[in-house]
């Protein structure tokens, strides 16, 4: 029997209890859409108020030196790269993800000319997928074209004719894990690249890119590393193919010297390559302040109370009567799991909705999918008891019936 007094010693206990403090969090919300947009951390509020206010306020145009904006998309992308176990110099911060991966599978395609599939999973993020099908109307087919295969089938569809696998480490809707060290080996044997996309692994669990010799990676700055809406999202190339071709989307921050204004592109060396146009300062000094929540957290600590909160939640959901009318679509095995549930329901729609009213925010995907994240920086065990009881309420009243929840709002 699990107790709320139980609980409330969890979080007594819990070495990752006082993250929560550096989170301007409503005390009304349980806060479990972390993996969608992560919370807002205290000191990235004011690190953009100075930014605002005294940089471009006071110091205007000198702050490009005088406050290193011009240095941000190095500088964060160096605070990302230890997280993703990455050494330095292989991680820079620009652009969104489907941005990003326009440049790596344009890469990829330059590496392997002779090679025009790019594999990936069928149920894979869609803007992932929309971006193949993108350069391969701009390439033509013979040059570039997306194999779509069950994630389970990968490396079974492996051959000479895939120039890279481009895949989620931990699946948006599902949150099932990807063998990431197997599946690039798997790859590279098979003369191919690997690309992972660490929008729902980084920043959760402890990823291990250089380890598990990844070619390249993308990655965002708005779920786990709570970095804002829209914040930049990152790009990793590994030091061996960073000087090797140049990526296509060459605008002048990526110039050896954009200040010389050289009518003709010469590449920057290494990651700074990776960039185009002028950094959105605003957003990636969010990003800057909100990362230095990561300096001092043990990964390892952090994905235990992920796992532990994923666990908890399951074992109060099997006292409810709901655990029958919720399909598990994770893997049972917590292991297998990033740091998120999803179930199937045919009203998880309205589910959602009606217990965001109680004041508990998780979100739903298309087409039946109610998804719960867990972020362990603010996230407590008490959080989930709420959750639950919550839930247990919606239910009872059922008020993810009401008509209300018919229509879907533009973002779900
Ligand atoms: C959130 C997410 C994205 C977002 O891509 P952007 O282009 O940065 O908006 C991409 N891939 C995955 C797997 C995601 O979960």
Same mark, same amino acid.
């Given at each position: 029997?699990?107790? %709320? ?54 110091? *205007? ?104 696998? *481009?895949?989620?480490?931990?699946? +948006? ?140 939640? *399951? ?48 979100? +739903? ?42 229509? %879907?709002?533009?973002?779900?």
């Amino acid at each position: 029997m699990i107790t %709320r007094e139980a609980i409330l010693e969890l979080d007594r206990l819990d070495p990752l209890a006082l993250q929560r403090d550096a989170f301007a969090l409503p005390r009304d919300k349980v806060y479990l859409d972390g993996n969608s947009l992560g919370a807002l951390p205290r000191a990235a509020a004011v690190r953009v108020q100075d930014t605002v206010q005294q940089q471009w306020g006071v110091d *205007l145009i000198s702050s490009w030196n005088r406050h290193g904006w011009i240095d941000l998309p190095q500088a964060v992308g160096e605070k990302i790269a230890p997280l993703v176990g990455a050494a330095p110099g292989q991680v820079i911060c620009a652009d969104s993800i489907s941005v990003n991966l326009f440049k790596l599978l344009s890469v990829v395609s330059m590496l392997r000319p002779e090679r025009p599939v790019v594999l990936s999973a069928a149920d894979n993020f869609p803007t992932d997928l929309y971006m193949v099908q993108g350069l391969s109307q701009l390439l033509g087919e013979q040059k570039l074209r997306l194999v779509q295969v069950a994630e389970a089938e990968i490396t079974d569809a492996l051959n000479e004719r895939v120039a890279a696998v *481009l895949l989620s480490h931990v699946n +948006f809707r599902t949150g099932r894990i990807l063998p990431m060290a197997e599946i690039t080996a798997a790859t590279q044997t098979a003369g191919a690249l690997s690309i992972w996309d660490l929008a729902h692994s980084a920043g959760a669990m402890p990823v291990e890119l250089d380890a598990c010799q990844v070619d390249f990676a993308v990655g965002c700055g708005y779920k786990y590393f709570n970095g804002g809406p829209g914040a930049p999202a990152w790009v990793y190339a590994a030091e061996r193919h960073q000087d090797a071709v140049q990526q296509p989307l060459c605008g002048w921050m990526g110039h050896r010297d954009p200040f010389v204004f050289d009518p003709d592109y010469e590449a920057a060396a290494g990651m700074l390559q990776y960039l185009c146009g002028t950094p959105p300062v605003l957003s990636m000094a969010a990003l800057d302040a909100a990362l230095d929540l990561f300096a001092d957290i043990d990964m390892q600590a952090l994905r235990a109370k992920s796992l532990a909160l994923g666990t908890l939640f *399951l074992e109060l959901l099997h006292k409810t009567e709901l655990a029958a009318e919720l399909r598990l679509l994770s893997p049972p095995e917590s292991e297998l799991r990033g740091s998120q549930l999803a179930f199937s329901h045919p009203q998880a729609y309205g589910l959602v909705q009606a217990w965001i009213e109680r004041g508990v925010v998780a979100d +739903f995907r298309e087409p039946d999918v109610l998804r719960v994240g867990f972020s362990p920086l603010y996230n407590s065990y008490g959080d989930i008891w709420q959750a639950l009881e919550a839930l247990r309420e919606v239910m009872a009243q059922r008020e993810h019936l009401d008509p209300r929840w018919q229509q %879907r709002q533009k973002v779900t």
